[in-house]
């Protein structure tokens, strides 16, 4: 008996040894493990901190040169001789309803032809009052909606109004134009006066008459029927247009 009663005491001591040996290896085991997981941790932590690149100054960034990029040379225009700016002024195709750059009078021509010829007219209406004058330069048809040059007089009155003869003469041509309606021309010799814009005619071709006579009444001109009721007059005189009014002497 007491032989296995040493045999249990000796039995649980040993068990009690391995318990506490296990223990202690237990403990220095996660001792260790924890030893080398804070030293993987601080070194990962030292790395990531390295790769880290703090961003270039300004300084920096203008120091450092640029390549890969071509930059163009600046270009200069090269001033006229003269000093002057260039300007260029573009070709511009305007349409009906712009206005083109005038010509101007040609006055020299005007003043030979008044001094060169003997004529003298008279006002084609009652009141004489002038709607529209005579010029080479392009003005505004806004019937028709064009520019063109009015080589021509109108003279303004009422519709039906007598129409007479500015000057002596005969009755070369009578004619109905699309663009200025009724027409009658009148020539006497150097001087070829056509009256348009006519209503009821009262002479046919080949008439002769005085200064004065009634011709016709008046009617409208086609491609100025947006303007108020008037006659159209053109005068020839050796061929070339001339301005009625010139030779009106004030009238």
């Given at each position: ?8 005491r000796?039995s ?9 040996f296990y223990t202690a290896?237990s ?5 260790v ?5 804070s030293?993987y941790?601080t070194?990962?932590?030292k790395?990531?901190?390295k790769?880290?690149t703090?961003?270039a100054?300004d300084?920096q960034?203008?120091?450092q040169?640029?390549?890969?990029v ?19 002024v573009?070709t511009v195709?305007?349409d009906?309803?712009t206005?083109?750059?005038?010509s101007?009078g040609?006055?020299d021509?005007?003043?030979?032809t008044?001094?060169s ?10 009141t004489?009052k002038?709607?529209?004058e005579?010029t080479?330069?392009s ?5 028709i ?5 009015h080589?021509?007089v109108d003279?303004?009155?009422d ?5 007479k003869?500015?000057v ?6 009578i004619?109905n134009d699309?663009m200025?309606?009724?027409t009658?021309?009148i020539?006497?010799g150097?001087a070829?006066l056509s009256?348009?814009?006519l209503g009821?005619?009262k002479v046919?071709?080949?008439?002769s008459?005085e200064?004065?006579?009634?011709i016709a009444?008046?009617?409208a001109?086609p ?5 108020e009721?008037h006659i159209h007059?053109s005068?020839?005189v050796e061929g070339k247009?001339a ?6 002497g004030?009238?």
């Amino acid at each position: 008996m007491s032989r296995y009663y040493r045999s249990g005491r000796h039995s649980r001591k040993s068990l009690r040894e391995r318990i506490g040996f296990y223990t202690a290896f237990s403990i220095c085991l996660i001792a260790v493990a924890m030893a080398v997981y804070s030293t993987y941790n601080t070194v990962s932590r030292k790395s990531a901190v390295k790769t880290v690149t703090q961003p270039a100054t300004d300084s920096q960034l203008v120091a450092q040169p640029v390549t890969g990029v071509t930059v163009p040379e600046p270009k200069i225009d090269t001033p006229p001789a003269n000093g002057a700016a260039d300007l260029t002024v573009p070709t511009v195709t305007a349409d009906q309803s712009t206005q083109p750059t005038t010509s101007g009078g040609d006055m020299d021509d005007a003043m030979q032809t008044l001094l060169s010829v003997d004529l003298s007219l008279t006002a084609p209406t009652k009141t004489g009052k002038v709607l529209r004058e005579y010029t080479k330069d392009s003005v505004y048809f806004k019937t028709i909606n064009v520019w063109k040059p009015h080589t021509g007089v109108d003279f303004s009155c009422d519709l039906g109004d007598d129409v007479k003869a500015m000057v002596s003469g005969k009755v070369t041509k009578i004619s109905n134009d699309k663009m200025f309606g009724k027409t009658v021309e009148i020539s006497s010799g150097v001087a070829v006066l056509s009256y348009s814009g006519l209503g009821d005619i009262k002479v046919k071709q080949g008439d002769s008459v005085e200064r004065g006579d009634v011709i016709a009444t008046s009617g409208a001109v086609p491609c100025e029927a947006g303007d108020e009721n008037h006659i159209h007059v053109s005068l020839k005189v050796e061929g070339k247009n001339a301005d009625p009014l010139n030779f009106m002497g004030g009238e």
